[in-house]
């Protein structure tokens, strides 16, 4: 049993290695638009039935993302491609809306690692990259129902080296209903 247990720890460690954060050209948008398909395809098992609205359309399966063309033309503005050994493995996009209301420094607005790369350390990797690319004061708000995300950010948030000030809200109710974890990330020369 404990052979296994070290095995699995290395699958972890060389999966994780291979991680790595770009910002999406233009041109690339297309890649966020497909892996946004499968995002809100995994959420609608998460939030509660009638609580998204959703229509299958002609080509795409779902309406567009609302506004995603923003994060490649307004500043504190990022759309960002995760990667593991050179292949997409999901996205993240950040922006400066608080779900507090108001304005944020940086606030993980969506996150997503796909299936194939879940429970190898890419996603906790991830999250270790960007906030040493974008220091600053950040927000990450999860939703009620996500039970799977609410476990993962406060433990992929203790492991970055670079947080501190670490505090966990919960929303509002009229602006955001789930927890809202704010952290400082101070400046790294970590590169992806």
Known sequence: MREQHLIWRKTIQADAKGVSVGVARNFERRLIEGLIEL?????????RPCSIRTEFLGRDCYPPFANLHRYWRIEGFHPLLL?????????ALINTHSRCGGRVELNMAEFFIA???RGCGVATEAVRLI???YPGRWEIA????NVAAKMFWPRALA???NVSQFVRREGDGKHWR???????A???DVRS
């Open 159 to 161: 492991v970055a080296p």
């Open 186 to 188: 101070a400046p790294s």
């Open 131 to 133: 906030l040493a690319q």
């Open 83 to 91: 990667r593991v050994q050179e292949r997409l493995a999901g996205f």
């Open 115 to 117: 299936r194939e790369h």
């Open 142 to 145: 999860v939703a009620e129902h």
């Open 39 to 47: 995002y809100i395809y995994e959420f609608l098992e998460i939030e």
């Open 178 to 184: 789930g927890p809202i974890w704010s952290v400082r």
